[in-house]
């Protein structure tokens, strides 16, 4: 728990706790993991907002204000103690439940719950409630139940009355629901989101921040909640606070590598004075500040826009291609996006060494089977993009499909916890039966992230990008393929507790969760065995080589040709012997050194093109314990492990001094 206390002094304490709440996996547990990906903006956005409420003075100087930020997608929300803490001491205590989306409000509405019995007061906000009655204005027997049990809704951004709320809390005059939706604020100069360095400790990347640089977008998507609540006028953040804000973070957190998580950052009116102070920081500050966004598909058309993108440190854009399919595109009222304009797209940000990840929806009422898997070779073949993410499409509250849905009475799941877009929640004509679909979504990951393609993708990769993609690859392919979770959505390693399950469904007894929890975790940790060398196999196939290794490969192709199939490591001894009759007379010395290098992988492995070798020994030694034929079996496994070990080294200390992960960004025009 963070604790953040803004004076220090004998006041009536309020506590504040603002909690973003995760969801239930399809078991009923809570899902939270060792690590996450993405930290949440929102929690960074109300912290900002919270601090700079207490500065202004608007709460009065008799407060005493500890403010605890939680994300539940990484760690465990102590309930019980919330409750206990806050009775024990008779001091005031808000709950606030941030960022909820409508995947996440089941869970959010459990933890309102078990808060209010406790007597604590507790707001929801976010994405389920905004959008949900902002097109919707009768509310819906779910969200009248909670307010009925005394949790306040609130509905749309905060920035320009989050005092006056915190306000009516403390007095104990909370109306039910506070509507801004109509009055949208002025981001202008608001407190950018703050960082909270406890809580990115729970992130892979400690360097990893988030800025929503502006809100809105002027299209029209049917299936999108964004243009209805946060509206289709853009409303941007001074360049200079965003500057200031980035200097801030590098200097105090070393953070420099952001995702700025506007839907359409190319429809940012200031986008050209971000870039350019930002191109700024990185020439005459020397920050080595880096960056991934949202843009449209007509975004490379923007004059100067992707050169300046990759000057100011752009590393990925996340493109909203969502089909292929221009039947489907009509359909979702994506008139803006031109199948015929993609391949163009895709290669004006390739020319700027910028990766591309788009995102792609299945389940339009033009998608059939074929049609899908027929788009996908084009995107893989054709369009060459870096990366995809797939989602099945879904009626989101505060979107017009599901506005028009609810109208006509159609069928939506009643279950709010599957619209994370990896479920099924509609009917979808060509897929009527039920979880085809879903088959169609996983079959398109694993065909995206097939070994072959992701082996083509890296072999065009420019070096800039080259690690950045690997290890997106890395974390996708874990996601969606081991932990079947939405990226978006996943982390690393699953924690779960027994009692941490959704009301409703029966926990499990203490010896049956261990027996459960121990297969699944040996699973788990045999499928990322697996991936890792996967990884290590796609890093040894496709890395950059270094000039002096091209005399050594000369060698590596003449057996290479005569054998027709990859090269061992034992192989590559071979063509150690025989590249050292092609150099000048050695030293005995130098001899001995090569002599060492033969065994020694730290070196070979530069020159290492597979480790087929390693793994069919592993086989081979896995098979024999199968068997008890373990006698005669440690010798293999020490031999194995030993060139196993080397590679793996080779590619943890590739990865760690990996140039595109360092400062590397380069020039363009
Ligand atoms: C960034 C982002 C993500 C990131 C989140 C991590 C991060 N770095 O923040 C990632 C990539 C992980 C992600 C994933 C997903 N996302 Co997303 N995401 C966004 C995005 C683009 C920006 C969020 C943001 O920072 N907004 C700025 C903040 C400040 O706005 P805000 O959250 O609304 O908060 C303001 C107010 O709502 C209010 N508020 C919020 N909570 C509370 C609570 C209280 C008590 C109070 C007083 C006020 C308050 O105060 C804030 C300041 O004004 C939004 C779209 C958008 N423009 O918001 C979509 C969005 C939230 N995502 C959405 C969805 C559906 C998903 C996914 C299911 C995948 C998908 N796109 O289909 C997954 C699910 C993730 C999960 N379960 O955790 C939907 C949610 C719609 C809905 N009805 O649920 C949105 C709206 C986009 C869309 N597709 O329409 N997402
Ligand atoms: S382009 Fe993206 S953000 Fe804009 S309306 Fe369409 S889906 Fe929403």
Not at 153 to 169: F, M, P, R, S, T
Request: aromatic share 10%; glycine share 6%; with cysteine.
């Amino acid at each position: 728990m963070n604790a953040w206390n803004p004076w220090k002094s004998h006041k009536k304490r309020l506590k504040l706790f603002l909690i973003k709440p995760s969801t239930y996996d399809d078991d009923g547990y809570v899902v939270t993991h060792y690590r996450g990906v993405l930290p949440s903006n929102t929690l960074n956005c109300l912290a900002a907002l919270t601090k700079d409420v207490v500065r202004s003075g608007q709460l009065g100087p008799d407060l005493d204000i500890r403010l605890s930020l939680m994300d539940e997608t990484v760690q465990t929300i102590p309930v019980d103690s919330i409750c206990r803490s806050a009775k024990r001491d008779g001091d005031q205590s808000i709950v606030c439940l941030v960022g909820v989306q409508t995947n996440q409000y089941p869970r959010a509405a459990d933890l309102a719950r078990s808060f209010r019995a406790a007597g604590l007061t507790v707001l929801i906000g976010g994405f389920h409630v905004s959008g949900y009655l902002s097109m919707i204005p009768e509310i819906p027997t779910d969200l009248q139940s909670l307010i009925d049990e005394g949790v306040t809704l609130v509905k749309g951004e905060v920035e320009e009355n989050w005092g006056a709320i915190l306000q009516d809390a403390i007095r104990g005059t909370l109306a039910p629901l506070y509507d801004s939706v109509n009055d949208k604020p002025d981001l202008f100069n608001q407190p950018i989101p703050l960082l909270d360095t406890t809580l990115m400790k729970r992130f892979v990347a400690s360097n990893f921040g988030t800025i929503d640089c502006g809100r809105g977008c002027p299209f029209n998507c049917s299936f999108c909640t964004i243009i209805n609540v946060q509206g289709r006028k853009m409303r941007v953040r001074s360049a200079e606070m965003i500057a200031e804000a980035i200097r801030h973070n590098w200097h105090r957190h070393r953070v420099n590598f952001y995702f700025f998580t506007d839907d359409n950052f190319a429809r940012n009116q200031q986008w050209e004075r971000i870039f350019d102070t930002l191109i700024q920081l990185r020439d005459t500050e020397n920050i080595d500040v880096r960056f991934m966004m949202q843009v449209d598909v007509l975004s490379y058309k923007i004059k100067h826009f992707v050169a300046k993108a990759r000057r100011a440190g752009c590393s990925q854009v996340f493109i909203g291609m969502e089909s292929i399919n221009p039947d489907s595109l009509k359909d979702a009222g994506k008139t803006q996006n031109n199948a015929e304009d993609y391949v163009n797209l895709i290669r004006a940000w390739h020319a700027a060494e910028v990766a591309t990840h788009v995102g792609y929806i299945l389940g339009f009422p033009h998608d059939t089977a074929e049609s899908i898997r027929r788009d996908l070779q084009r995107l893989m073949h054709e369009i060459q993009v870096e990366q995809a993410s797939f989602f099945i499409l879904t009626p989101l509250p505060g979107s017009r499909d599901h506005f028009q849905m609810a109208r006509s009475g159609d069928y939506m799941d009643p279950d709010y916890n599957k619209y994370d877009s990896s479920h099924e929640t509609m009917t979808y004509p060509n897929f009527p039966e039920p979880g085809s679909l879903k088959r169609l979504y996983f079959e398109a990951w694993k065909t995206f992230y097939s070994f072959d393609n992701m082996k083509r993708i890296l072999s065009r990769a420019s070096p800039r990008n080259y690690w950045n993609i690997l290890g997106n690859f890395m974390w996708y392919k874990n996601a969606a393929l081991v932990e079947h979770r939405h990226p978006m959505m996943a982390g690393f390693f699953r924690l779960k507790h027994r009692r941490a399950i959704r009301p409703g469904m029966q926990a499990p007894g203490r010896l049956r969760f261990f027996k459960l929890r121990a297969a699944e975790i040996t699973t788990y940790l045999t499928q990322v065995i697996k991936l890792l060398w996967e990884i290590q196999e796609l890093w040894l196939q496709t890395r950059p080589r270094s000039p002096a290794e091209q005399r050594i490969v000369q060698e590596l192709h003449g057996i290479y040709n005569s054998v027709q199939r990859r090269l061992t490591v034992a192989e590559l001894h071979l063509a150690y012997s025989r590249a050292q009759r092609h150099l000048p007379t050695l030293s005995v010395p130098s001899r001995l050194l090569l002599y060492w290098q033969k065994w020694n992988l730290f070196h070979a492995s530069r020159i290492v093109f597979t480790r087929r070798d390693i793994d069919q020994n592993w086989m081979r030694i896995v098979e024999r314990v199968r068997r008890y034929r373990i006698l005669g079996t440690l010798p293999r496994v020490m031999t194995t492990f030993w060139l196993d070990l080397q590679v793996t080294l080779m590619f943890a200390y590739a990865f760690h001094a990996a140039p595109s992960r360092k400062t590397e960004v380069g020039r363009l025009g």
